[in-house]
């Protein structure tokens, strides 16, 4: 048994290389990502969140119905991704790292539809928001589907540009820009239910540095593999139409919770960019799957 585990490096020596090879701004993702995590259980323990609140704006129910309607039609789109994934595992030579994009605007739009039905349906667990001046809802139900959608986001996005490697060491790499965009989603949400303003602030403040240094780290990670990977234009577009819009996210969420904006209008934009974003995205990937054919770009085909 000692022999057929000697060429195994321990857990910790593996580790300590992952840690090595990752910069400074992947490792300033993990320390905040830390960071996120103990100040929001800390936050649990010792300061109370805000009241349930109390009535229903049916103006934002109607935006939530509408939005649900309107998703409808992209995910019966999206259905050609699982025509795509079809003639891609019945060829002879399938590209497994497009099935496996394919299928991660499929999980977007099915997260999003379950989270607005619900919204739509009254079950949204609307909290009484803190930080904002007004007296207007914050619905924890969005902020659980972004918890999962702003990672598998990031992943559609930076997946491509690492082409001729396995899936395992892309998430490696990727790994802290997923944990602390997660763990933003939970920060800045927390942060607007507390009663305490001074830990609310902080939260809110924490999560969007947080978010900042995802920033940094997916810049370092494009000036890495931009030069090595295929499509480098049409993928950095889509980089750069998803980073715009997650600034502009959190810019609304700020205006909203210094009462420059109403929670009418915030809902509606989260509404808006929730479905056009996803559809561009989705279009661009389409777009990417037809160029990246080693029949048309002359390369070899993604090897996993």
């Known amino acids: 048994m000692a022999n057929a585990h000697a060429g195994i490096p321990p857990s ?69 991704v699982f025509g795509f994934q079809v003639s891609e595992m019945c060829s002879s030579k399938p590209r497994q790292r497009a099935l496996a994009i394919s299928r991660a605007p499929m999980l977007l739009f099915a997260v999003k539809i379950c989270y607005y039905t619900m919204l739509s349906r009254g079950y949204g667990l609307a909290f009484q928001n803190q930080r904002s001046p007004d007296y207007r809802p914050i619905y924890v139900t969005r902020w659980i589907g972004w918890t999962y959608a ?36 939970w920060t800045c949400g927390l942060g607007s239910v507390l009663y305490d303003p001074w830990m609310g602030w902080f939260l809110t403040v924490l999560g969007c540095v947080a978010y900042a240094a995802v920033i940094a780290d997916e810049l370092v990670y494009l000036t890495e593999h931009i030069r090595t990977t295929s499509q480098p234009t049409l993928k950095g577009a ?67």
């Not at 936050?43 to 934002?60: I, K, N």
């Not at 929670?263 to 509404?271: A, I, K, M, R, T």
């Open 12 to 80: 910790g020596e593996v580790m300590s290389r992952v840690w090595s090879r990752w910069p400074w701004t992947a490792k300033s993702c993990v320390i905040l990502t830390g960071l996120q995590v103990v100040s929001c259980l800390a936050a649990h323990s010792c300061w109370q969140a805000g009241p349930v609140y109390r009535g229903t704006l049916e103006d934002e129910i109607q935006v939530f119905s509408m939005t649900r309607n309107a998703l409808i039609i992209p995910m019966a789109l999206i259905t050609l």
């Open 150 to 185: 702003i990672p598998t986001v990031l992943f559609m996005n930076l997946y491509p540009f690492m082409d001729s490697h396995p899936m395992l060491e892309v998430l490696i790499r990727i790994f802290p820009q997923l944990a602390a965009s997660a763990a933003y989603c």
């Open 238 to 304: 889509s980089v750069f139409v998803k980073e715009v819009m997650f600034v502009v996210y959190t810019v609304i969420f700020l205006l909203g919770n210094i009462g420059f904006m109403s929670s009418y209008s915030c809902q509606l934009f989260y509404s808006v960019t929730d479905i056009s974003h996803l559809a561009v995205l989705s279009s661009l990937l389409f777009v990417y799957w037809n160029l990246d054919d080693p029949r048309l770009t002359a390369t070899a085909d993604h090897r996993d």
